[in-house]
C-alpha cells in the first residue's frame, strides 16, 4: 500500500489564540499529527533553569540539546516530549519556564537549530498541524495550508486566567495581560523568526469566536484547498 503523501497545515499567531487547542482537534478532524514547536523553545528553557546554560546563550542551548537529543515519543497521543530520556512534558508548562522561554526564543543560533530540526520532523512526519509563531512564515513557508489566529490581548487575557484558575494555579488578570502584552513586543519585534501574519496566510480572528467554531471554520477552509483522498473523512463536530 502507498503511504499518504504529505500534508502540512501551519498554524501561528500570539499567545492565548488557542493554538494549541485548536491544533490537536482539527488535527484529529483532519487525520493528521502535531507538531507544537513551541514545546520544544521550552525544552530549550528548561536547559537554562535546569542545567545552568545561560539562558541568552543561544549557541550553548543549541549544542547542549543537540548533544543531549531533543524528540517526540510519537506513540503517544499528544506526543510526548523527551530530552535525552528525561520526560520534559509537564516540566515544560511550569511558571520559570513561562518567563525564560521568551529570552531563549529570541536567539538566533538557537532558532537556526529549531527551525533544522523542525523541518527534519516534517520529513519524518508529513502529515502534520504544526504550530507555532513561524511556522508558515519560516519553517514552512510552502504548507498546503497557513493559518494565523489572532485574538484581541484582553480576551486572551481572560482566557489564560480562565485556563490557569481551572487548573488551580491562582491568576492576577492584570499580570496576566501585561505579560502577553510583554510577550507579544519580543516575539514581534525579534530579528529571527519574528510573529507575523506571512504573506498568503489565512488571518482568524478568534475573539468572538468558541473553539469548536474555530476548528470548524479551519476545517471548512483546509477541505477547500487540501485534496479529500488525502484527509480523514468529515464528521460531526464533538461538543468542547
Given at each position: 500500500?502507498?503511504?499518504?503523501?504529505?500534508v502540512i497545515v501551519t498554524m501561528d499567531g500570539p499567545a492565548g489564540t488557542g493554538k494549541s487547542s485548536v491544533a490537536?482537534?482539527?488535527?484529529?478532524?483532519?487525520?493528521?499529527?502535531?507538531?507544537?514547536?513551541?514545546?520544544?523553545?521550552?525544552?530549550?528553557?528548561?536547559?537554562a533553569l535546569d542545567e545552568?546554560?545561560?539562558?541568552?546563550?543561544?549557541?550553548?542551548?543549541?549544542?547542549?540539546i543537540a548533544e543531549e537529543g531533543l524528540a517526540f515519543d510519537?506513540?503517544?497521543r499528544p506526543p510526548r516530549l523527551l530530552l535525552g530520556g528525561r520526560d520534559l512534558t509537564?516540566?515544560?508548562?511550569?511558571?520559570?519556564?513561562?518567563?525564560?522561554v521568551s529570552v531563549v526564543a529570541r536567539q538566533p543560533a538557537l532558532r537556526a537549530a529549531m527551525v533544522e530540526a523542525q523541518r527534519a520532523i516534517g520529513r519524518a512526519h508529513p502529515r502534520l498541524v504544526t504550530e507555532g509563531r513561524d511556522q508558515g512564515s519560516v519553517v514552512f513557508p510552502?504548507?498546503?495550508?497557513?493559518?494565523?489566529?489572532?485574538?484581541?490581548?484582553?480576551?486572551?487575557?481572560?482566557?489564560r486566567v480562565d485556563q490557569m484558575r481551572a487548573q488551580g494555579r491562582p491568576a492576577d488578570y492584570e499580570a496576566v495581560l501585561r505579560a502577553i502584552q510583554q510577550r507579544d513586543h519580543l516575539d514581534e519585534t525579534r530579528v529571527d523568526g519574528p510573529l507575523v501574519c506571512a504573506s498568503g496566510a489565512q488571518r482568524i480572528d478568534t475573539s468572538g469566536l468558541t473553539l469548536d467554531q474555530v476548528v470548524l471554520e479551519?476545517?471548512?477552509?483546509?477541505?477547500?484547498?487540501?485534496?479529500s483522498h488525502l484527509l480523514a473523512p468529515p464528521r460531526a463536530v464533538q461538543p468542547a
Amino acid at each position: 500500500m502507498t503511504a499518504p503523501a504529505g500534508v502540512i497545515v501551519t498554524m501561528d499567531g500570539p499567545a492565548g489564540t488557542g493554538k494549541s487547542s485548536v491544533a490537536w482537534k482539527l488535527a484529529q478532524r483532519l487525520g493528521l499529527e502535531v507538531l507544537d514547536t513551541g514545546a520544544m523553545y521550552r525544552a530549550a528553557a528548561v536547559v537554562a533553569l535546569d542545567e545552568g546554560v545561560p539562558a541568552d546563550d543561544g549557541v550553548a542551548l543549541a549544542a547542549r540539546i543537540a548533544e543531549e537529543g531533543l524528540a517526540f515519543d510519537w506513540s503517544f497521543r499528544p506526543p510526548r516530549l523527551l530530552l535525552g530520556g528525561r520526560d520534559l512534558t509537564e516540566r515544560i508548562r511550569d511558571a520559570d519556564v513561562n518567563v525564560a522561554v521568551s529570552v531563549v526564543a529570541r536567539q538566533p543560533a538557537l532558532r537556526a537549530a529549531m527551525v533544522e530540526a523542525q523541518r527534519a520532523i516534517g520529513r519524518a512526519h508529513p502529515r502534520l498541524v504544526t504550530e507555532g509563531r513561524d511556522q508558515g512564515s519560516v519553517v514552512f513557508p510552502d504548507a498546503i495550508v497557513r493559518f494565523y489566529l489572532d485574538a484581541h490581548p484582553e480576551v486572551r487575557a481572560r482566557r489564560r486566567v480562565d485556563q490557569m484558575r481551572a487548573q488551580g494555579r491562582p491568576a492576577d488578570y492584570e499580570a496576566v495581560l501585561r505579560a502577553i502584552q510583554q510577550r507579544d513586543h519580543l516575539d514581534e519585534t525579534r530579528v529571527d523568526g519574528p510573529l507575523v501574519c506571512a504573506s498568503g496566510a489565512q488571518r482568524i480572528d478568534t475573539s468572538g469566536l468558541t473553539l469548536d467554531q474555530v476548528v470548524l471554520e479551519l476545517e471548512r477552509r483546509a477541505r477547500v484547498v487540501v485534496p479529500s483522498h488525502l484527509l480523514a473523512p468529515p464528521r460531526a463536530v464533538q461538543p468542547a
